[in-house]
């Protein structure tokens, strides 16, 4: 069982910049798939990024040049940098672990990109 818990997010203007982090309790978090997620309005829950236990990272289209997943398996934390931020980027995000079969989510954290 692992519990994970979101924050950092908020309100930033276009072009800012936001550092989400994630941290998580209750078993082996190294063995983990870290990814982190993301819900805008009225669409469907899509990937951003992920980190699994070997460093190994992969981006969606749209993240790719503008956001940087990282983890820290002494700290138990997964962190996302976003960097030049879009109105499109507006969405509540979320952790997410994942062990073959087993797969836990927080409970995100709203990012609300606008002037």
């Known amino acids: 069982q692992v519990r994970l818990v979101e924050s950092g997010g908020g309100l930033v203007q276009p072009g800012g910049s936001l550092r989400l982090s994630c941290a998580a309790s209750g078993s082996i978090f190294s063995v983990y798939t870290m990814g982190w997620y993301r819900q805008g309005p009225g669409k469907q829950r899509e990937l951003v990024a992920d980190?699994?236990?070997?460093?190994?990272?992969k981006y969606a289209d749209s993240a790719k040049g503008r956001f940087t997943i990282s983890r820290d398996n002494a700290r138990k934390t997964v962190t996302l940098q976003m960097n030049s931020l879009k109105p499109e980027d507006t969405a509540v995000y979320y952790c997410?672990?994942?062990?073959?079969?087993?797969?836990?989510w927080g409970q995100g954290t709203q990012v609300t990109v606008s002037s």
């Open positions: 997410k672990a994942s062990y073959r079969a087993d797969g836990y």
């Open positions: 980190i699994n236990s070997g460093g190994s990272t």
